[in-house]
């Protein structure tokens, strides 16, 4: 596994990056092609200790967690992401195996760590609406009107469908299509 670090309002030292390689490097087994692995560390108010952790593996898929430790403690933090990926991988096994053509992931997973999986989603509700031209600006403002977490719109710039989003941790932000 490829890995890339990035720091926000705090320095590591050597031995949390070698901890997080280490720790990460157990999810190696799901893939069989090299995957990246992108790590961000940083300490919130309050001294929150973070750590967003994205995989991407060599066909594209994501893989992302977002954990803190409230105490302060980084390796415990990573920890957390780890523990999260392994389990939404272990979780979804079978249909990301499915879906992405056994090619994103080894099917093969010890029966001690099998989980009860969800064969289908209920999509419970269906909605259809024109999607209107506007700024990435209005789109939030019309997002924030409905009080809705999200919101899709035809981005007056580009001509393609976009979407605003609130994000967790505060903030907004913008996914954009490509075709």
Do not use: W
Not at 116 to 135: H, I, L, N, S
Not at 151 to 163: G, H, K, P, S
């Amino acid at each position: 596994m490829k890995f890339t670090f990035a720091c926000k309002k705090v320095t590591l030292n050597d031995s949390i990056k070698a901890y997080a390689e280490k720790k990460i490097s157990k999810l190696d087994k799901y893939f069989p092609q090299e995957a990246d692995a992108f790590v961000t560390f940083a300490v919130e108010k309050k001294n929150r200790c973070v750590v967003e952790l994205t995989i991407r593996a060599a066909n594209g898929t994501l893989f992302r967690a977002q954990e803190e430790d409230p105490d302060g403690d980084m390796r415990g933090a990573i920890d957390a992401a780890v523990s999260f990926i392994d389990r939404r991988i272990r979780k979804n096994k079978t249909r990301l195996a499915k879906n992405l053509r056994s090619e994103a992931l080894v099917s093969e997973v010890p029966a001690e760590f099998d989980v009860a999986e969800d064969t289908e989603f209920d999509v419970v509700r269906t909605k259809r609406f024109a999607v209107k031209p506007m700024t990435a600006d209005e789109a939030i403002l019309q997002m924030n009107l409905l009080d809705h977490s999200f919101y899709v719109f035809r981005n007056v710039d580009t001509d393609e469908i976009d979407v605003v989003y609130r994000r967790n941790n505060g903030g907004y932000g913008v996914i954009e299509t490509e075709q």
